[in-house]
């Protein structure tokens, strides 16, 4: 079936430029997760969203960094006025549940990731 | 996304022979733990996870162990094929069940097989 699909796969952006990074998660998921990857570095965890909760945005470094999901589906990651700090993968991820645990639906499932490099 | 990474320490193995690949996390109240593999250019694919409440799992040739009085989980891979060359990431829920499954990423191992 369909995996987590994100866009675009690459993405050049000038310094001080608004960027907005698109993630489709699996049909029927409920939970959603940003996530970014620096060049060397693990995962950092950005934003969640579960059904029609409240995200949580506690990962979010500044707020030129905005996420907004749609319908309970769609989700998109917007970074106002990039800097050259802001390269990195972007990586989305879904679930079956928000509940810790995979084998309570709680396995996350990522996406290629989208490939932002600030010049 | 790709991890080219200086600082990720590495462990060749040859083709045919077992991996252990340790991971130490710092949360006590974390209760759950997961393995991922990172190709390059790909997300991270799930591998196999583990709650608090046990101290191993085994899937097919992986097995998590978790030892949680000295907070240390460890991969073991059987038989090791060329496609498991990937760098691997260990992930643990820190929060509790009511601040959802966001997880934090150890820095990952890079695993190199030779034929």
């Known amino acids: 079936g369909a995996g987590v699909s994100q866009s675009p796969s690459n993405k050049v952006t000038e310094k001080g430029k608004d960027v907005e990074l698109r993630c489709d998660p699996i049909s029927g998921h409920t939970a959603l997760y940003w996530y970014r990857q620096s060049l060397g570095q693990g995962l950092e965890f950005l934003i969640y969203f579960q059904g029609n909760s409240a995200p949580d945005k506690s990962g979010l470094p500044s707020d030129r960094f905005s996420a907004e999901r749609t319908g309970g589906s769609v989700s998109t990651l917007t970074i106002q006025r990039t800097q050259q700090e802001d390269s990195a993968v972007y990586l989305c991820a879904s679930s079956r549940s928000g509940v810790a645990g995979g084998f309570m639906g709680g396995e996350q499932y990522f996406g290629p990731g989208t490939r932002l490099t600030v010049t | 996304g790709e991890n080219v990474g200086l600082h990720l320490p590495t462990l060749s193995v040859q083709e045919g022979d077992n991996s252990i690949i340790n991971c130490a996390y710092s949360?006590?109240?974390?209760?759950?733990f997961i393995w991922y593999k990172q190709e390059s250019g790909k997300g991270p694919q799930f591998i196999i996870d583990i709650r608090s409440n046990m101290d191993k799992r085994q899937g097919q040739r992986v097995t998590v162990l978790l030892n949680k009085t000295v907070k240390h989980l460890s991969l073991q891979i059987a038989a090791t094929q060329p496609g498991d060359s990937a760098v691997y990431f260990c992930?643990?829920?820190?929060?509790?069940?009511?601040?959802?499954?966001?997880?934090?990423f150890g820095g990952g191992t890079r695993v190199l097989v030779k034929p």
């Open positions: 949360n006590s109240a974390s209760d759950y």
């Open positions: 992930a643990e829920n820190r929060g509790p069940k009511a601040a959802g499954n966001k997880l934090t």
